[in-house]
C-alpha cells in the first residue's frame, strides 16, 4: 500500500468492458470532447481516445475522473518541466 500523506496521490485506472473508466490521481483536466480527453495526471499526460465520451463524474479535490463512452486508447507522455506556464501545452506534449 503507498503512503498518501506525501504531496503526490497515487495514480490508479480502473476500466470495465472498455465503456466505463475511472482515473484517480488527476491534477487537472486539461481539455475534453467526445473524442479525446486530455488529463494531468502523477504519472504525466494522459489522452484518452474513444467515441462518444463523457466526463460523467470530476472531483479535483480528491484527483478523480469517471468517463463513459467506448474506449479505444489510452496514451501516456511525459512532460519534463510541467512548471514552465509560458510554454503552450503542445509545446510541452511535443517536447
Do not use: P
Not at 40 to 56: A, C, F, P
Not at 58 to 77: A, C, H, Q
Amino acid at each position: 500500500m503507498e503512503d498518501l500523506s506525501g504531496s503526490t496521490r497515487a495514480h490508479k485506472v480502473t476500466m470495465t468492458n472498455r465503456r466505463n473508466c475511472t482515473v484517480n490521481g488527476v491534477n487537472d483536466v486539461l481539455s475534453f470532447d467526445i473524442h479525446e480527453i486530455l488529463l494531468e495526471t502523477e504519472q504525466g499526460m494522459l489522452m484518452i481516445k474513444g467515441n462518444d465520451l463523457h466526463v460523467s463524474r470530476l472531483t479535483l479535490e480528491k484527483g478523480e475522473v469517471d468517463i463513459d463512452g467506448k474506449i479505444d486508447s489510452f496514451t501516456y507522455s511525459d512532460v519534463v518541466n510541467a512548471g514552465h506556464k509560458n510554454e503552450s501545452l503542445l509545446a510541452r506534449l511535443f517536447r
